[in-house]
T-cell receptor, first 111, second 113 residues
Framework: TQLLEQSPQFLSIQEGENLTVYCNSS?????LQWYRQEPGEGPVLLVT?????EVKKLKRLTFQFGDARKDSSLHITAAQPGDTGLYLC???????????FGAGTRLFVKA | DTGVSQDPRHKITKRGQNVTFRCDPI?????LYWYRQTLGQGPEFLTY????????KSRLLSDRFSAERPKGSFSTLEIQRTEQGDSAMYLC???????????FGSGTRLTVV
């Protein structure tokens, strides 16, 4: 059974701080996605990474896919209160169906 | 493109009742997925359709659960004889074939009392 473990589970920081959240697995994935979810809403796709070692940037967010395609990280620079939410990583195999999700990292950014 | 729509947004039902949820995917997306999410957890895969064919079902999907996607458009998820353990957010998502990223709806929050 493929599992994705996210750490930390919860993170509370001050506005302006930097942070990194991690997503780890013992399994290899064809791709990995990061989503953000707000209370009472569905997850919203932030990025998909496909190639081992790939780095993608989305404004203040930097996503990295591990060389072995088993892990990923999300780094946020100068966090803002609007970054508050649940960050989910999700892994998919070839074909993209039956994506599995980690339990998420709940981020709270205080003004 | 109006996104993925789910109806209702909230449902409270008594234990033992049947409930049905509807999902309207993005029109050009041929894949549709159902996930369930409980508090403090990530979404768990339930089933997926490619066009009208249901291609995979999770072991989580007991015989009380059934999903359909007639004509490859909207989908319904029915839960018969609901139990308190069925209380969760039921999420629908859609994608084009071979796309890794999904577009999720806002979900249906089910509470079984």
């Amino acid at each position: 059974t493929q599992l994705l473990e996210q750490s930390p589970q919860f993170l509370s920081i001050q506005e302006g701080e930097n942070l990194t959240v991690y997503c780890n697995s013992s399994s290899v994935f064809s791709s990995l996605q990061w989503y953000r979810q707000e209370p009472g809403e569905g997850p919203v796709l932030l990025v998909t990474v496909v190639t081992g070692g790939e780095v993608k940037k989305l404004k203040r967010l930097t996503f990295q896919f591990g060389d072995a395609r088993k892990d990923s990280s999300l780094h946020i620079t100068a966090a803002q209160p609007g970054d508050t939410g649940l960050y989910l990583c999700a892994g998919a195999n070839t074909g993209g169906f039956k994506t599995i999700f980690g339990a998420g990292t709940r981020l709270f950014v205080k003004a | 493109d109006t996104g993925v729509s789910q109806d209702p947004r909230h449902k409270i039902t008594k234990r033992g009742q049947n409930v049905t949820f509807r999902c309207d995917p993005i029109s050009e997306h041929n894949r549709l997925y159902w996930y369930r999410q409980t508090l403090g957890q990530g979404p768990e895969f339930l089933t997926y359709f490619q066009n009208e064919a249901q291609l995979e079902k999770s072991r989580l999907l007991s015989d009380r659960f059934s999903a359909e996607r007639p004509k490859g458009s909207f989908s319904t998820l029915e839960i018969q004889r609901t139990e308190q353990g069925d209380s969760a957010m039921y999420l629908c998502a859609s994608s084009v074939r071979d796309s890794y990223g999904y577009t999720f709806g806002s979900g249906t929050r089910l509470t079984v009392v």
